[in-house]
């Protein structure tokens, strides 16, 4: 089974923190991505990355950075943490060319 | 702007119903279309896909019907159980599904 793993289910920080949400796939995939799930607006593009060391921004990638050192790692880093950037989290993965993407169980963060 | 847009966003449907799930799109070089299916405290999971060559695509008790010239597609779940509560997301995506556009997302309840 393909796992995605999310180091922390919940986080709280304060304003202006820097925020580290961690991921950690297991199945040798190129593809990772991070998006942002709030109510009535789905899933969210972040960042993606197909490659270690290579990324793109998504949707909204305004306040965010990535970090992709290791295949099976890819790393969200909020900068300066605002209140508006309080979301769940979802960490994801895909092999090269292949439609299906996999989640891991999401980091419910708040800011406050 | 959201590139696909899903409605309704909350649905309740009674036990042997049938639960039905629309989704409209902008793009028309999307050419692939997934539901992925979100328990509570899950990440989402790939429920069932259609590429535009077909119209209809049937999985158990799950169909998705496509209509290229409308830009729309829907998720239709015949019988529908309890165990089908959860929450819903239309998504779609060009090039064999590397980075997929969410809708907004609709929470089912079955009701026993």
């Known amino acids: 089974d393909v796992k995605v793993t999310q180091s922390s289910r919940y986080l709280v920080k304060r304003t202006g923190e820097k925020v580290f949400l961690e991921c950690v796939q297991d199945?040798?995939?190129?593809?990772m991505f991070w998006y942002r799930q709030d109510p009535g607006l789905g899933l969210r593009l972040i960042y993606f990355?197909?490659?270690?060391?290579?990324?793109e921004k998504g949707d909204i990638p305004e306040g965010y950075s990535v970090s992709r050192e290791k295949k099976e790692r890819f790393s969200l880093i909020l900068e300066s943490a605002s209140t508006n950037q309080t979301s769940m989290y979802l960490c994801?993965?895909?092999?090269?060319?292949?439609?299906?993407?996999?989640f891991g169980q999401g980091t419910r963060l708040t800011v406050v | 702007q959201q590139q696909v847009k899903q409605s309704p966003q909350s649905l309740i449907v009674q036990k042997g119903g049938i639960s039905i799930i629309n989704c409209a799109y902008e793009n028309t070089a999307f050419d692939y279309f997934p539901w992925y299916q979100q328990f509570p405290g899950k990440g989402p999971a790939l429920l069932i896909a259609i590429r535009p060559d077909v119209s209809e695509k049937k999985e158990g008790r799950f169909t998705i019907s496509f209509n290229k010239s409308a830009k729309q597609f829907s998720l239709h779940i015949m019988d529908s159980q309890p165990g089908d509560s959860a929450t819903y997301f239309c998504a779609a995506s060009r090039n064999a599904g590397n980075m997929l556009t969410f809708g907004g997302g609709t929470r089912l309840m079955v009701k026993p």
């Open positions: 990355s197909y490659d270690v060391k290579m990324k």
């Open positions: 199945m040798d995939h190129e593809n």
């Open positions: 994801a993965s895909s092999a090269w060319k292949n439609t299906e993407a996999f």
